[in-house]
């Protein structure tokens, strides 16, 4: 029972650091998050409004 709610808990938070990407934050961080902070951390992702694009390059792009 152990390994199923480790094996879960990390799955979720591979989501939510696969989400976190998608709504213009890094991924790295909120993986952390949700392991550490589970159901709130995910909650203050889905809730806090997406970065602005245009503020945050993504990593690699040129700037003109």
């Given at each position: 029972?152990?390994?199923l709610f480790v094996?879960?808990?990390l799955s979720v938070a591979l989501l939510a650091g696969g989400h976190a990407r998608t709504r213009g934050r890094h991924a790295w961080p909120w993986f952390v998050y949700t392991l550490v902070g589970g159901p709130i951390a995910i909650y203050l992702l889905v809730v806090w409004p997406?970065?602005?694009?245009?503020a945050s390059p993504t990593p690699g792009s040129r700037d003109a």
């Amino acid at each position: 029972m152990t390994f199923l709610f480790v094996t879960l808990w990390l799955s979720v938070a591979l989501l939510a650091g696969g989400h976190a990407r998608t709504r213009g934050r890094h991924a790295w961080p909120w993986f952390v998050y949700t392991l550490v902070g589970g159901p709130i951390a995910i909650y203050l992702l889905v809730v806090w409004p997406p970065v602005n694009p245009a503020a945050s390059p993504t990593p690699g792009s040129r700037d003109a």
